[in-house]
């Protein structure tokens, strides 16, 4: 469980830096024309960490449930929501989401970093948001995660 802590606050770490870095427009200049998207990734990738470090002191302290089968999970989720947070950025430029059914012409990328943020915390439920656009749009079924069958 320690490990998995370490883990999970050095992703933390990493991301915020990562974050602070391109707030502060000190990221690389070869960067710019994907700063929005990235910010995704990294704020997408922050709402996840979260999402486990809650997991953690939960199951560990409050419910004393601690249960090292879960593992992987933990170490795989932050990745999962840095990726989630990504393809939010994708799905809203392409118009396939959308945040608000008015254009402002004051409009900024928050709309992007709540989404992105919401897509790393629960991966399970913006997956499934996401199967249901790919299912309207183009007639893609369900995957079978998503529609309850077994294979």
Not at 8 to 31: D, H, K, S
């Amino acid at each position: 469980m320690k490990l998995i802590t370490t883990y999970l606050i050095a992703i933390l770490i990493g991301l915020t830096y990562l974050l602070v870095q391109n707030l502060l427009n000190q990221l690389p200049t070869e960067f710019e024309s994907l700063k929005v998207g990235l910010m995704c990734s990294i704020i997408g990738g922050l709402g996840g960490c979260i999402y486990c470090l809650r997991a953690v002191y939960l199951n560990a302290c409050v419910r004393k449930q601690w249960d090292e089968v879960w593992k992987p999970w933990y170490y795989i989720r932050p990745i999962v929501s840095m990726a989630c947070g990504g393809v939010s950025y994708l799905f809203l430029r392409a118009g396939l989401l959308i945040l608000e059914s008015g254009t402002r012409s004051d409009s900024s990328d928050l709309g992007f970093y709540a989404l992105a943020f919401i897509a790393g915390l629960n991966v399970d439920k913006f997956i499934s948001k996401i199967e249901d656009v790919a299912q309207a749009v183009w007639g893609i079924e369900k995957s079978r995660t998503a529609s309850g069958k077994s294979e």
